[in-house]
């Protein structure tokens, strides 16, 4: 359900007004999202959900309480608003409360596309057969999801702030595998505008890399040069974000925290070639331009020629350690070269290029190291050229270490995970010394 | 919720805490109440016929309300308390041999009726890319039936500040025994589902889960060090009486942890997370190498979910979860043959959703199926899959053994694991025994790290405590250990299993899978086992 602007402020300030706690803030959030799935080239599950909330917390001193209603009629509207205020009631005090935001300015950011709100089922049923029909043809195997969506979200409080903005978005992934469970290739494209998706032409790599990873020969495990895709980067880099929390580091309890006490801030920690920012209104992956506390997200520098810029300070954090409490990045862009994948892949002498990786999961936050598997399309590189597939490898590698071992970063794409909280612009990277464990047997 | 908003919630992330998307947060009282059958059992006919009367061949409606509360705390304050409350209809339906879904909050006839002929327009708009029909396994009308989780103290009515005063205390037990952090949580499950299909079932369930997590963090600030020991309870298919800390849930292992069976002491395991977790800061690291393992139940059940339950799981074999989760070794040739050794002789593994206790523990699946048990691998020896109704065909059974499952009114429910259990062995032997004969091994016991391929062949895990078996003896608490496996190597590597009084339960409250993803919670029972030779890496690094 999307509600227009001016809809949502109107039932916003309703609830606000209903409210006789000290204070109230509410959001208001809405979406139409579809999605179609398929797998052993038929389609398998397709849906479509409307769904619209309205989250009201309300605070009585330093108590608060939360609660959320899906109905929008006055009498449910009051339900809800109460509901808040007995929570708030009986919660006991936080000591770290921290009072509602004052009236923010927001950056507008381009996050609508008409044509992706226009998606239809039948669309939907196209996609699904771009992929299932060429794969049917070559007896390939394809398996894959279409999720696409608008939503809407309006926040206000008490104190009169007030934002309002839709967003659209348009996720595909899709594996194909060779009949005889011998190769499997895989795509995945994430975009705001769905024009800029065409399935046909998308489907073509993932067959290609099936066709390709049929005949996988074994390597020995051990320390590589590689060059990863980003779909192979994504998942490493949004847990190792997750490290920037300036709370945690001074806590003495991230790989940011420095030995003897207090955070890196300022300090060089990765090759110089490294540079990361945010920015809500980067024209390839805009954002919403606040975050889930209504704190207004600027650009900022995260991280410029290798040195720690920015810290994540929640505004109870950022009062104590007398520093500025901005919101919560959205979007990850780092910087990169000019090249593609494959001109990467054309300067490597020997190495080994992954498709993507799998599974990833933290094995020690002291050092950010984690463990998961290549997939979907590993090949052997030797003077420039892929040589030949090869089985897949598990890694024990920390992000931290990869990007001190820098050797050149291609050209950065849009490109989106569902583990990872933030919408990414990432280079294809070439890094030395990357640590493969053990193989897998897997497919 | 998705897995990576638990992700988030679960640890201290980038950002603040997120409220859990599960639905309407309430005020408690609420959590205490139900819908009265009769309302149910009208509206699920309004389903039933609508569906019919649209050319449907077959019809299941479910009514479910969902309610949670989350608790959440670290060290001296309750971050959050929230209650959520979600409601509402799932319709599936065949029509022209296909399925079709759809869901509604709107509790009126009118709108049931119009969700029922949506998924029928829905089915009949997919059959164009059906290649073969829907063959649904028969299922019996059970006619009004209800079933409920076995609990004696209702969670949902225990007063919200007993819950905050419990975790306060937890945590100021483990600050004062040495941790410099602590984080510890409750969650509370009760699903009140309402089953009705065209094959004449009304079934009534009232289901109750709970889970207390907990985090105990030392920091040596010289070294910039830090070391983590998480709570070593199971989330459980119980009441608040398995917080109740009686003497009989509790089980000293060797090297002086403590674990926990039917009944958790969550205080005296802060104390022991705190101060274990500063013993972590100061042991020695592992020589990597090969080891002879013997793991706990606390431990082993992970190991089993992820490579016994996950690659046994049918639409896995067949490829429906290829984009995704992925696919299976276990493939349909090696069960074919007879023949295949998934394990050792000592290794029986079953799947049994009727075990007191579990997560996965109901009356009836949620396709209408009542629940059963089957073994899995039987002496070594892959003998059967799980599957659900429009599966059974495939294997040439005549029935669905129970295992279809949704997370909510408004996801279309898939098969999903069952509980998968290691069984017992047969000969007395308990812990001690099974360690007495041990020259190099690594004794671990609480879950930690994990990660497997997706088809199931290599994974790797962590732990919470590891302890070094010298010629016998337990000598020292160790760190940095992980073990890589081959998955059939692993169980074939399977020398023993303890007998049935060490039997305990471990288990999954947010198990991910489907497109969009679906979680569902599950345990996993075992004795104490032990792997001889086992590949054992070493996870230290230097960031320099």
Request: charged residues 25%; neutral net charge; glycine residues 8%.
């Amino acid at each position: 359900m999307i509600f227009t602007e001016s809809d949502a402020k109107a039932l916003l300030d309703k609830v606000i007004k209903m409210s006789k706690a000290d204070q109230c803030t509410a959001s208001l959030n809405g979406s139409t999202e579809g999605n179609i799935r398929f797998a052993r080239n038929s389609v398998s599950t397709s849906g479509l959900v409307h769904n619209a909330e309205l989250v009201i917390e309300v605070a009585y001193g330093k108590r608060v309480g939360t609660a959320t209603v899906n109905q929008f009629d006055d009498a449910s509207l009051l339900r809800g608003v109460r509901r808040a205020e007995e929570l708030a009631k009986l919660a006991p005090e936080n000591p770290e409360f921290m009072p509602a935001i004052d009236k923010q300015k927001y950056v507008a950011t381009d996050t609508f596309r008409k044509s992706t709100a226009a998606i239809t089922p039948a669309y939907r049923a196209s996609v699904a057969a771009a992929c299932i029909e060429p794969c049917k043809k070559d007896k390939l195997v394809a398996a894959g999801f279409l999720l696409d969506g608008q939503r809407m979200s309006a926040i206000a409080n008490s104190k009169g702030n007030f934002g309002y903005q839709v967003e659209t978005s348009s996720d595909f992934t899709c594996t194909v595998r060779t009949a005889d469970g011998t190769g499997s290739g895989w795509v995945g494209r994430n975009v705001a505008d769905v024009d800029d998706f065409h399935p046909s032409s998308e489907i073509q790599i993932a067959m290609q890399k099936a066709r390709d990873s049929s005949g996988a020969r074994a390597l020995e495990p051990g320390r590589y040069t590689v060059v990863l895709e980003p779909a192979a980067t994504i998942g490493l880099l949004a847990r190792m974000m997750n490290g920037f929390d300036a709370r945690q580091a001074d806590e003495g309890r991230s790989f940011l925290t420095k030995k003897g006490g207090g955070n890196k801030l300022g300090e060089q920690v990765f090759d110089e070639r490294v540079s990361i920012y945010a920015d809500p209104a980067d024209p390839a992956a805009p954002v919403i331009p606040w975050d889930e506390d209504g704190l207004p997200r600027e650009k900022v520098t995260i991280v410029d020629k290798g040195v720690v810029k920015y810290l994540q300070y929640s505004r109870y954090w950022a009062k104590l350690k007398k520093q500025q409490a901005l919101g919560m990045p959205g979007n990850i862009i780092m910087l990169g070269g000019d090249k593609s994948t494959m001109d990467l892949v054309k300067s490597t002498k020997k190495g080994i290029l992954v498709t993507r990786t799998w599974y990833i999961r933290m094995v020690d936050p002291q050092t950010v190291l984690l463990t998961g598997l290549t997939r979907d399309g590993t090949f052997y590189i030797e003077n420039g050229e892929l040589k030949y597939p090869i089985k897949n490898f598990r890694f024990n590698e920390s992000p931290v270490i990869m990007l001190n071992n820098v050797e050149e970063f291609g050209k950065p794409e849009r490109v989106s995970d569902v583990e990872s909280p933030f919408l990414m612009v990432i280079p294809p990277m070439k890094l030395r010394e990357f640590t493969f464990s053990s193989l897998s047997d897997a497919v | 919720m998705q897995r990576r908003d638990f992700l988030r919630m679960g640890g201290a992330g980038l950002g603040a805490l997120l409220l859990p998307s599960y639905g309407n947060a309430v005020a408690a009282e609420v959590l205490t109440t139900k819908i009265d059958v009769a309302v149910k059992k009208r509206l699920a006919d309004v389903a039933l016929n609508a569906a019919t009367k649209a050319g449907a061949t077959y019809c299941d409606v479910r009514i479910g309300r969902y309610l949670r509360q989350f608790v959440i705390t670290r060290e001296n304050r309750v971050e959050n308390i929230v209650n959520t409350e979600s409601v509402g209809t799932g319709i599936r339906v065949i029509a022209n041999g296909t399925w079709g879904f759809a869901a509604t909050s709107d509790f009126s006839d009118d709108g049931v009726a119009k969700a029922t002929a949506e998924a029928v327009a829905i089915a009949k708009a997919n059959s164009k890319f059906q290649s073969e029909p829907v063959q649904l396994a028969p299922v019996k009308g059970v006619g009004e039936v209800s079933w409920a989780t076995p609990i004696v103290k209702n969670a949902m009515q225990v007063p919200v500040k007993e819950k905050a005063d419990l975790l306060m205390d937890v945590n100021n037990h483990a600050l004062k025994a040495g941790a410099d952090f602590v984080r510890s949580i409750m969650f509370l499950v009760n699903e009140q589902k309402y089953f009705a299909s065209t094959d004449g079932s009304y079934i009534d369930q009232d289901i109750h889960r709970i889970w207390a997590p907990l985090e105990a963090t030392a920091i040596d600030k010289q070294s910039g060090k830090f070391r983590s020991r998480a709570g070593l309870s199971a989330p459980m298919g119980m009441g608040y009486e398995y917080l109740d800390g009686k003497p009989s849930g509790r089980v000293a292992l060797p090297g002086g942890a403590v674990a926990y069976s039917n009944s958790y002491n969550m205080v005296e395991d802060a104390v022991a997370a705190a101060k274990q977790a500063r013993a972590k800061l100061k042991a020695p690291s592992v020589k990597p190498g090969r080891y002879d393992l013997v793991l706990d139940p606390s431990h082993l059940w992970l190991t089993i979910h992820e490579s016994v339950g996950h690659p046994t799981e049918l639409d896995r074999v067949l490829g429906y979860e290829a984009n995704f989760a992925g696919t299976s070794f276990a493939t349909l040739d090696k069960w074919k043959s007879g023949k295949f050794k998934y394990g050792s002789d000592e290794v029986t593994i079953f799947a049994d959703k009727t075990q007191p206790g579990t997560l996965g523990c109901v009356g009836y699946d949620d396709e209408g199926v009542k629940t059963q048990r089957w073994d899995l691998i039987k002496d070594g020896v892959l003998v059967n899959y799980q599957v659900i109704r429009d599966q059974a065909h495939i294997l040439g059974l005549k029935h669905s053994q129970g295992c279809c499952y949704a997370d909510s009114w408004a996801s279309v429910q898939f098969q999903r694991m069952a509980n998968v259990s290691l069984a017992p062995g047969n000969k007395a032997i308990g812990v001690d025994d099974m360690i007495k004969d041990v020259e190099n091994g690594i004794y671990i016991v609480g879950n930690g790290s994990f990660s497997i391929d997706q088809q199931r062949y290599n994974a790797q895990f962590g732990g919470q405590l590891f302890y070094e078996i010298k010629n016998g003896k337990i000598t020292e608490q160790i760190e940095d250990v992980a073990y890589q496996i081959r998955t059939p190597e692993f169980w074939n590597a399977c020398v023993g299993v303890c007998d049935d009084r060490d039997y305990r339960f471990g288990g999954s409250f947010f198990d991910g899978k489907g497109q969009p993803e679906q979680v569902s919670a599950v345990s996993h029972g075992s004795s104490t086992a032990r792997f001889n030779g086992i590949n054992v890496i070493n996870t230290a690094r230097s960031l320099g």
